[in-house]
């Protein structure tokens, strides 16, 4: 079973930056998808970003442009970088894996199987 875990999320200004790093406990970054989702308290979980084994990616529209995820295989590692920061980005960061479904749905929650315990990013204006 995939065991993940998120760190670097933090406290922020606006326009700020962060790199969200996800850790994976099995070599899966180089042949499955791998994606990063977001949750504020009383909403559902959304999709952010993901990336496939061949490197194809998908951005949510609210970040196209200001975030980039990355993987590194070596490491069983993934990354999101964000720029730009904006406090409507104020989340807690997921990191999920065993996805199941079509490139279509890449950001759609119900379709991963594993998820880490979440990091909190919180962006003030």
């Known amino acids: 079973q995939e065991q993940l875990v998120e760190s670097g999320g933090g406290s922020v200004q606006a326009g700020g930056s962060l790199r969200l790093s996800c850790a994976a406990s099995l070599a899966t970054t180089s042949t499955y998808v791998m994606g990063w989702f977001r949750q504020v308290p009383g909403t559902e979980r959304e999709g952010v970003a993901a990336?496939?084994?061949?490197?194809?990616?998908r951005y949510a529209d609210s970040v196209k442009g200001r975030c980039t995820i990355s993987k590194d295989n070596a490491k069983n590692a993934l990354y999101l970088q964000i720029n730009n920061l904006k406090p409507e980005d104020t989340a807690t960061y997921y990191c999920a894996a065993g996805f199941s479904g079509t490139p279509f749905s890449f950001l759609v929650p119900r379709n991963y199987a594993y998820w880490g315990p979440g990091t909190q990013v919180t962006v003030s204006s």
């Open positions: 990336i496939a084994g061949d490197g194809t990616t």
